[in-house]
């Protein structure tokens, strides 16, 4: 699998400190970060980043590819992955993390064929689950 800094500068972008610094953010991010989450941690490292910039770099980055914006909604935002293996995705409804969950799913394979037999072609697949989370459970 091609690092996320790898992607970019296939394309010839030139990246600036700051765009680097979101790329390094991303780069393995188990999180599922919000712009906001981005925002704040690259923040810390370069004061003066804007929350545009954050926004604009996550944009460049789902057009190549080299992350993922997820349908799924924590606290009503957006929220981004790298994209990697195929998995698929739980929310937390109490605490709000998405939690990756790697599983075979046969089933899935079994929708695409049928989806591809009836000439239509599959590209993407997410699966998203939401319910409350071990440690949520355990903490009642
Ligand atoms: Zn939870
Ligand atoms: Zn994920």
């Known amino acids: 699998m091609k690092s996320i800094r790898a992607i970019v500068e296939e394309e010839g972008i030139s990246l600036t400190p700051q765009r680097l ?57 957006a929220c981004f992955d790298p994209r990697e293996n195929k998995h698929q995705h739980f929310l937390c409804r109490k605490c709000n993390r998405v939690i990756d969950i790697s599983v075979d799913l046969y089933d899935e394979e079994d929708i695409i064929k049928a989806i591809d037999s009836r000439g239509h072609r599959v590209e993407d697949v997410h699966s998203y689950f939401y319910g409350v989370c071990s440690d949520c459970i355990q903490s009642k």
């Open 21 to 77: 610094a979101i790329i390094d953010f991303m780069e393995g991010n188990r999180t599922h970060p919000t712009v906001d989450e981005i925002y704040q941690d690259v923040k810390s490292m370069y004061p003066t980043i804007s929350k545009a910039t954050v926004y604009s770099t996550m944009q460049l980055l789902c057009e190549l590819g080299a992350v993922q914006e997820l349908s799924i909604r924590k606290r009503g935002e």
